[in-house]
C-alpha cells in the first residue's frame, strides 16, 4: 500500500479539487457582496465574512485565496480601493493646509509655548 504511511502520519498526497472559472466568479461576486455591506472592510473581515458564509475554508489557504482575489478585483477595476480598508500601514506624510489662513487660524488655536 503507497500511501499508508501518508495516512497514518497524518499528510495526504491528494489535493482539494481546484475551484472552476464558475467558482472563482461566483465568489468575485460574493466578496462585491459581502465588502458593499461593510465598506470599508479589511482583507480579515472579508476573509470571516467568506468564510462563515461557507464561500472558502477557515484555513491559511482560504485567507491567501481571498488576499489574491482583492488584490486581482481592485487591479482589475472590479472593486474601488477605498473599500478595503488597511488599518496596520503607518503613512508618513506632511500636515497641509488647504490655505495659508487655515494653516495660521490652526497654528493659532493649537500654539503652546515651550517652558
Request: hydrophobic residues 35%.
Amino acid at each position: 500500500m503507497p500511501n499508508a504511511d501518508a495516512r497514518l502520519s497524518g499528510t495526504s498526497t491528494t489535493k482539494a479539487p481546484r475551484r472552476t472559472e464558475a467558482d472563482i466568479r461566483r465568489l468575485r461576486g460574493w466578496q462585491v457582496t459581502i465588502i458593499a455591506e461593510i465598506e470599508p472592510a479589511t482583507v480579515r473581515q472579508t476573509f470571516y465574512q467568506a468564510s462563515v458564509r461557507g464561500l472558502v475554508e477557515k484555513t491559511e489557504a482560504g485567507y491567501r485565496l481571498i488576499c489574491r482575489l482583492l488584490t486581482a478585483m481592485r487591479r482589475g477595476g472590479l472593486l474601488p480601493f477605498s473599500w478595503i480598508a488597511d488599518n496596520t500601514r503607518w503613512q508618513r506624510k506632511p500636515r497641509t493646509y488647504s490655505s495659508l489662513s487655515a494653516m495660521l487660524e490652526l497654528t493659532q488655536q493649537t500654539y503652546r509655548r515651550a517652558i
